[in-house]
T-cell receptor, first 113, second 112 residues
Framework: GAGVSQSPSNKVTEKGKDVELRCDPI?????LYWYRQSLGQGLEFLIY????????KSGLPSDRFSAERTGGSVSTLTIQRTQQEDSAVYLC???????????FGPGTRLTVT | DAKTTQPTSMDCAEGRAANLPCNHS???????VYWYRQIHSQGPQYIIH???NNETNEMASLIITEDRKSSTLILPHATLRDTAVYYC?????????????FGAGTTVTVRA
């Protein structure tokens, strides 16, 4: 079946611009997670959705970061006024529920120039 | 403190079995052993998980020792596409333990 998809695969933006990253989870998965991974670094948790609500936003680095999920499916991560330190691969994962294994998408590579 | 320890790297011949060890000597009774891998420039990929019984799926087998202090991931017939960093983690499948965090993992290189 179809896995987690993310778009765009690559995004280059100028410092100060806003960007939107999209995630399409596996159909039927109620839990959705955003992580980011800087070059050569480990996973950094950003936010977790259960359905359309986000019980845990603790990993969002600043108020420039926000995310929403609509219809219990697609999620969008928005970064406002991008900074160079936002450059990373942004990964989305989904699972049947929080107890289950997470399946990752291919990621969006964000480069802020 | 890291909950798991893995060798930094290992080589494997194509077509042979790859046996990846992981030590988790402080594992709790309610913690599962999970394996993920990350091929270069791709997102992490779930492989397998288990609690105390050996597990097998289409990708790999997971052998957990009786005392649960260590485990081995077995890729039965390694191919060049299995070259990746393999991560062994332990986690409680509860509502509070969903933030995945990987250590350094084992860099596996499959050679023709």
């Amino acid at each position: 079946g179809a896995g987690v998809s993310q778009s765009p695969s690559n995004k280059v933006t100028e410092k100060g611009k806003d960007v939107e990253l999209r995630c399409d989870p596996i159909s039927g998965h109620t839990a959705l997670y955003w992580y980011r991974q800087s070059l050569g670094q480990g996973l950094e948790f950003l936010i977790y959705f259960q359905g359309n609500s986000a019980p845990d936003k603790s990993g969002l680095p600043s108020d420039r970061f926000s995310a929403e999920r609509t219809g219990g499916s697609v999620s969008t991560l928005t970064i406002q006024r991008t900074q160079q330190e936002d450059s990373a691969v942004y990964l989305c994962a989904s699972s049947f529920g929080v107890f289950y294994e997470q399946y990752f998408g291919p990621g969006t590579r964000l480069t802020v120039t | 403190d890291a909950k798991t320890t893995q060798p930094t790297s290992m080589d494997c011949a194509e077509g042979r079995a790859a046996n990846l060890p992981c030590n988790h000597s402080t594992i709790s009774g309610n913690e599962y052993v999970y394996w993920y891998r990350q091929i270069h420039s791709q997102g992490p990929q779930y492989i397998i998980h288990g609690l105390k019984n050996n597990e097998t799926n289409e990708m790999a087998s997971l052998i957990i020792t009786e005392d649960r202090k260590s485990s081995t991931l077995i890729l039965p017939h390694a191919t060049l596409r299995d070259t990746a960093v393999y991560y062994c983690i332990v986690r409680v499948t509860s509502s509070n333990d969903y933030k995945l965090s990987f250590g350094a993992g084992t860099t596996v290189t499959v050679r023709a």
